[in-house]
């Protein structure tokens, strides 16, 4: 049971544009979500997270969404660039900290 | 800076060998967990720990064990390896307050012939 879900494998996005990435979730009591970056032979890094009483949050280029009522949640990279080129996975916690569920994750690729 | 550290980045072991794979971390994080990842399969957990000697299954934990006799290390076990258990392997720590971030290692790529 699947309970994180990015139907999309993969995105491709020109430079300077935005890139979205979403993420679909079936668990109402998930109350923290977290997005990581991972690249080819490294382990994922943390990006961004937002707590579930806010509906935004941005970090430089990074922002995300959060549609409690849709189970939804996006992240937008603006401007994006070649270096963003990684898989990016959704995370949503549970009540504890040892309960994660991730998403399969999504491939972005900016072209120069 | 927390720092995750994997024994190998990269495995090949002979089918029905024996695999350790073993994981430190200096941040003094109660939890710890093993992951496999795969492609169009994301993240899938196949153990977690909350603390010494206490362990929990994951998602997939059937062909693996675990350990844990030290706060900052856990240990990974494939009793007989099989083909099917090539992977990328990531462990991650937690503090158990807090947002929930996990910490990841580099990962070990495992191949099983």
């Given at each position: 049971d699947q309970q994180v879900k990015q139907n999309s494998p993969s995105l491709s996005v020109q430079e300077g544009r935005i890139s979205i990435l979403n993420c679909d979730?079936?668990?109402?009591?998930?109350?923290?979500?977290?997005?990581?970056?991972?690249?080819?032979?490294?382990?994922?890094?943390?990006?961004?997270?937002?707590?579930?009483?806010?509906?935004?949050?941005?970090?430089?280029?990074?922002?995300?969404?959060?549609?409690?009522?849709?189970?939804?949640?996006?992240?937008?990279?603006?401007?994006?660039?070649?270096?963003?080129?990684?898989?990016?996975?959704?995370?949503?916690?549970?009540?504890?900290?040892?309960?994660?569920?991730?998403?399969?994750?999504?491939?972005?690729?900016?072209?120069? | 800076d927390v720092k995750v550290t994997q024994s190998s980045r990269y495995l090949v072991k002979r089918t029905g060998e024996k695999v350790f794979l073993e994981c430190v971390q200096d941040m003094d994080h109660e939890n710890m967990f093993w992951y496999r990842q795969d492609p169009g399969l994301g993240l899938r957990l196949i153990y977690f720990s909350y603390d010494v000697k206490m362990k929990e299954k994951g998602d997939i934990p059937e062909g693996y064990s675990v350990s844990r006799e030290k706060k900052e290390r856990f240990s990974l076990i494939l009793e007989s390896a099989s083909t099917n258990q090539t992977s990328m392997y990531l462990c991650a720590s937690t503090p158990w307050t807090g947002t929930g971030e996990q910490y990841f290692g580099p990962g070990t790529r495992l191949t099983v012939t």
């Open positions: 979730y079936t668990n109402s009591m998930f109350d923290y979500f977290l997005w990581y970056k991972k690249y080819p032979a490294e382990g994922p890094t943390f990006l961004i997270s937002i707590s579930s009483i806010k509906d935004k949050n941005e970090d430089g280029r990074f922002t995300v969404f959060l549609n409690k009522s849709a189970k939804h949640l996006s992240l937008h990279i603006v401007p994006s660039q070649p270096g963003d080129s990684a898989v990016y996975f959704c995370a949503a916690k549970g009540l504890n900290n040892n309960d994660m569920r991730f998403g399969a994750g999504t491939r972005l690729t900016v072209k120069p | -």
